[in-house]
T-cell receptor
Framework: GQQLNQSPQSMFIQEGEDVSMNCTSS?????WLWYKQDPGEGPVLLIALYKAGELTSNGRLTAQFGITRKDSFLNISASIPSDVGIYFCAGFQGAQKLVFGQGTRLTINP | SAVISQKPSRDICQRGTSLTIQCQVD?????MFWYRQQPGQSLTLIAT?????????ESGFVIDKFPISRPNLTFSTLTVSNMSPEDSSIYLCSVVLGQGYGYTFGSGTRLTVV
């Protein structure tokens, strides 16, 4: 199946710093989603993107659907301790089949 | 968004045995999805469960190993059969309510096979 290449794999930042992660694919996706997973929990949807070039915000989070439809990025501004977790990009492949990136593990030093 | 209840939340099982995981949704959904998340890895789709028809399995997953039931529009089970330590993973069920909602996930079942 199609793969989503997500980077970086891990990030170690100071509280208050901004964070940026991205996801690329060799194929076109029609929808990009960004999820966050806390330990012992399932992934929770943060942002959904449906149009090429779309830029969407959710509080301190901003995500964009790349114009080529093969990439997306997620930014987190002014990070706080509760932002710690694993962030996954995901894209729809075919009829509602969701493909996930490898994840970005975010660690924040207070 | 939908609320998904998944049981059990965790279990430790002996190799060679089987475990059935239940997934209950608080609204009727056409499709339910089962994912596996191996330790430190991303999520991989096991199968799509439609009510009233056989589940559709992804490459690398077979019905004999992961039988799925979907008796109605709010419930599904996934059985992990003849378990081995390699089956130790988190198993998650998921639903999509429609365009604009993305996928909603249950909190997962953490399975350890010893």
């Amino acid at each position: 199946g199609q793969q989503l290449n997500q980077s970086p794999q891990s990030m170690f930042i100071q509280e208050g710093e901004d964070v940026s992660m991205n996801c690329t694919s060799s194929s076109i996706f029609n929808t990009w989603l960004w999820y966050k997973q806390d330990p012992g929990e399932g992934p929770v949807l943060l942002i959904a993107l449906y149009k090429a070039g779309e830029l969407t915000s959710n509080g301190r989070l901003t995500a964009q659907f790349g114009i080529t439809r093969k990439d997306s990025f997620l930014n987190i501004s002014a990070s706080i301790p509760s932002d710690v977790g694993i962030y996954f990009c995901a894209g729809f492949q075919g009829a509602q089949k969701l493909v996930f990136g490898q994840g970005t593990r975010l660690t924040i030093n207070p | 968004s939908a609320v998904i209840s998944q049981k059990p939340s965790r279990d430790i099982c002996q190799r060679g045995t089987s475990l059935t995981i239940q997934c209950q949704v608080d609204s009727q959904v056409t499709m339910m999805f089962w994912y596996r998340q191996q330790p430190g890895q991303s999520l991989t789709l096991i199968a799509t469960a439609n009510q009233g028809s056989e589940a559709t399995y992804e490459s690398g997953f077979v019905i004999d190993k992961f039988p799925i039931s979907r008796p109605n529009l709010t419930f599904s089970t996934l059985t992990v059969s003849n378990m081995s330590p390699e089956d130790s993973s988190i198993y998650l069920c998921s639903v999509v309510l429609g365009q604009g909602y993305g996928y909603t996930f249950g909190s997962g079942t953490r399975l350890t096979v010893v």
